[in-house]
């Protein structure tokens, strides 16, 4: 708890300095904490230099079954700079993209007996990783409206968002399947060195446009290293995506479809920091190796009913949809659903809400050794998520897992989770 401490202690400091610097107290009808600098933020966004900073915090328990039964506090700061070489006066169509981050605390992941993290947000960068990290460096160089390249150290988390299930963790569900497709987490590394290229139908000023894109990324990157040495030293991965918004029922919706193919030689056990299962095992266990490895994924969201003078507001179903290889990748088979939404009660139009379900297929390559202590896990979330201002929102969580371990009962899972945007 003495980071846990720390980090309270750097908030409370930080926000007074802030206050005191913007001559302030705290506006609750502001979107940051610390507002608007004294009018500085403006001016940095209006000369090219945007800022915005998070803390997410998070107290989660198994309250039942698992393999322990504890409550942990854990959480991270997200810093993100975007400078617009536009308007700077340098580069037309030209920005950089920088993230920094950092966990501090413990997590319940590990308490649960599965494979797939309850609480995303202790998976990245990296588990039980305290260090400060820098995990992009995106340079972006439009071309023409509707064409870009990009190039550098490269997030891949936020290429799969969903409206419903997406936001990282931050705003939405908190357990990682209703976050991303796990059968894509074999190939595609979370930060890493890469470039790629986007097309826009019409172009990327259309208000929704269609988006096709391809990457080539270093196989081997991790959020805590330059990469230069060593990202695309044993192969790369190949991604391409098709994103198309819809109009079905007059409401928005989209549909994304993505494949991933890597080069690389992978095991079913390759380690894997957002997986759990080798570390489960307690016993060693090897496996022929595959000099490539693929998966295909589906994403989508679909509003079922929107307000009328805010399509914001209103409720939807979305849905993820993956398949890999089982020779390389432990998820074979992947699905989740569910119903999300913002808004509809009277005074609350900013909170947001959701109920999934997943199922994670193992491979059936693993054998009868694995399959005698380990099979497929499956389960269900819950969430809440209150305004209490523009920059603080607190989120209700509760999560029933089937685990992977056969010898573990069902996890029964409570959290709350703050999230103060600076």
């Not at 295909?296 to 009328?308: A, D, G, I, R």
């Amino acid at each position: 708890m003495k980071i846990a401490n720390r980090f309270i202690v750097f908030l409370i400091v930080f926000c007074v300095c802030a206050s005191v610097y913007a001559e302030a107290v705290p506006d609750f009808n502001s979107t940051k904490l610390t507002g608007d600098w004294g009018g500085e933020r403006t001016k940095l966004a209006e000369n090219g230099i945007t800022v915005d900073m998070d803390a997410v915090q998070s107290y989660q328990g198994v309250l039942d079954g698992g393999k322990n039964q504890s409550w942990k506090y854990g959480g991270s700061m997200d810093y993100r700079f975007k400078f617009d070489f536009q308007k700077m006066g340098l580069w037309q169509g030209a920005s950089l993209d920088v993230q920094v981050e950092h966990q501090f605390g413990e997590f319940a992941n590990e308490d649960v007996g599965t494979i797939l993290g309850t609480n995303i947000d202790g998976l990245f960068p990296l588990p039980n990783y305290q260090h400060i990290n820098v995990s992009q460096v995106k340079y972006t160089q439009f071309l023409s409206e509707s064409f870009a390249v990009y190039m550098g150290k490269i997030n891949t988390l936020d290429c799969d968002d969903n409206i419903f299930a997406g936001g990282r963790g931050k705003t939405n569900f908190m357990n990682q399947n209703f976050i991303v497709n796990s059968v894509g987490l074999r190939t595609v590394p979370y930060s890493t060195l890469g470039a790629g290229a986007v097309v826009f139908f019409p172009d990327a000023l259309a208000k929704d446009h269609a988006i096709l894109s391809f990457m080539v990324l270093g196989a081997d990157g991790q959020p805590n290293t330059s990469g230069f040495n060593e990202d695309f030293d044993n192969g790369q991965t190949f991604v391409v995506g098709y994103h198309q918004p819809t109009r079905f029922f007059d409401k928005p919706g989209s549909h994304t479809f993505s494949g991933t193919y890597g080069t690389k030689d992978y095991t079913l056990l390759s380690q894997d920091p957002r997986l759990f299962l080798d570390a489960m095992l307690g016993y060693p266990v090897t496996f022929a190796k595959e000099d490539d490895s693929w998966s295909l994924m589906y994403n989508m969201h679909q509003y079922l009913f929107t307000e009328e003078e805010d399509e914001t507001q209103g409720f939807g179903v979305f849905a993820r949809l993956g398949t890999a290889d089982e020779k390389t990748n432990p998820i074979a088979n992947f699905y989740s659903a569910g119903l999300g939404g913002k808004g509809i009660l009277d005074g609350r139009d900013n909170d947001t809400y959701g109920v999934g379900y997943f199922y994670a297929q193992l491979s059936d390559e693993f054998g009868r050794l694995i399959e005698r202590d380990f099979s497929d896990t499956q389960g269900t979330e819950i969430f809440y998520n209150f305004e209490i201002s523009k920059w603080m929102h607190v989120t209700a969580d509760f999560q029933i897992i089937e685990p992977s371990a056969n010898n573990v009962d069902n996890a029964y899972i409570a959290g709350l989770r703050m999230k103060i945007d600076f």
